[in-house]
Antibody
């Protein structure tokens, strides 16, 4: 069974940093594009970033470009999101998700999410 | 990246059909056949219901179907059941400036 488990969320002050992790199991991790998607409580889903299976291509939403970095460790089936210069508007539940097809956004497997709260 | 446009709410009685629209542009919905639909029950992980406009993942009932015309995609839920009550999001691949994914704002489906 495919499974994704996020961790690393918590409370951080504006301007601070946080690294989210996503542990993958049940599939050949390095074969798939992986994504991060976030949801402000009470609001809709918003795409954040994606990374190719080999880790050599990545894309970001304009709102996080230059502040967030997506990466992966294929040897250990881990996905990461390094978040710097955090703002209050980054407060959200962050989900990692596995793409079915070539990074297209056909997100077939999701984790349960981890809550990031940016507040002083 | 601008969000795709969905109606905030939709409703139907058990057994009825309901269709949810997802309006985009020629740079996303209209330009690619990479439209997906997700079902999200609050507090749970989102679930992929439709991908590549019309395809259903294994285990998704055939009561759920997808289509596209021009820059607008649609999700139809037939034979509504109480457990279908959830928020539904569409998404599309887009390549306006770089390769990204864009979501709609979500539609809360109420089963009356």
């Amino acid at each position: 069974e495919e499974q994704l488990v996020e961790s690393g969320g918590g409370l951080v002050q504006p301007g601070g940093s946080l690294r989210l992790s996503c542990a993958a199991s049940g599939f050949t991790f390095n074969d798939y594009w992986m994504h991060w998607v976030r949801q402000v409580p009470g609001k809709g889903l918003v795409w954040v970033s994606r990374i190719r299976g080999d880790g050599n291509d990545a894309n970001y939403a304009d709102s996080v470009k230059g502040r967030f970095t997506i990466s992966r460790d294929n040897a250990n089936n881990m996905l990461y999101l390094q978040m710097n210069s955090l703002r209050t508007e980054d407060t959200a539940v962050f989900y990692c998700a596995k793409d079915l097809i070539l990074g297209s956004g056909s997100l077939g497997t999701w984790g349960q999410g981890t809550l990031v709260t940016v507040s002083s | 990246q601008s969000a795709l446009t969905q109606p905030p709410s939709a409703s139907g009685s058990p057994g009825q059909s309901v269709t949810i629209s997802c309006a985009g542009t020629s740079s996303d919905v209209g330009g690619y056949n990479f439209v997906s639909w997700f079902q999200h029950h609050p507090g749970k992980a989102p679930k992929l219901m439709i991908y590549e406009v019309t395809k259903r993942p294994s285990g998704v009932p055939d009561r759920f179907s997808g289509s596209k015309s021009g820059n607008t995609a649609s999700l139809t839920v037939s034979g509504l059941q109480a457990e279908d009550e959830a928020v539904y999001y569409c998404s599309s691949y887009t390549n306006t400036y770089t390769d990204t994914v864009v979501f709609g704002g979500g539609t809360w489906l109420t089963v009356l």
